[in-house]
């Protein structure tokens, strides 16, 4: 058994959804947007001295889903219960150098959340305008 959604069954998911919102507010998609945040911050904090350029430049070059570690980040969520932090975990592992240290350097874990939900609001609008 693999889905407990209506939204899983292929008899009855386009009755509530669309192939289109559901690509929007995937896993995959949702951690994308998380990183999208924590790659923002990190350009805009070296902009203003509070953390090192080479910091944010590793980090918004490593902020893409392509280079977690799945398998840590699932791990690390079975640890913490937590559907960020090990995200985050998992961004400052990817980055060399030790400079991911600067990851969510003075951020709440909401405050990536909510921004990265809003992003997905932001696309799922684009297709909700089209249609």
Not at 8 to 24: G, N, P, Y
């Amino acid at each position: 058994m693999t889905g407990i959604s209506v939204f899983d069954h292929k008899l009855l998911a386009d009755s509530w959804s669309t192939q289109e919102m559901r690509a929007i507010f995937c896993e995959e998609n949702r951690i994308q947007k998380w990183l999208d945040v924590e790659a923002a911050l990190a350009k805009a904090q070296a902009k203003l001295g509070i953390i090192p350029k080479k910091a944010a430049d590793e980090i918004a070059k490593k902020a893409y889903y392509k280079f977690m570690d799945m398998e840590f980040i699932f791990a690390e969520f079975k640890k913490t219960k937590h559907p960020l932090v090990p995200t985050v975990r998992g961004l400052e592992k990817a980055c060399k150098d030790n400079l991911g240290e600067f990851v969510h350097f003075g951020v709440t874990t909401q405050d990536i959340i909510d921004t990265g939900i809003v992003l997905q609001f932001k696309e799922a609008m684009q297709i909700i305008k089209q249609e």
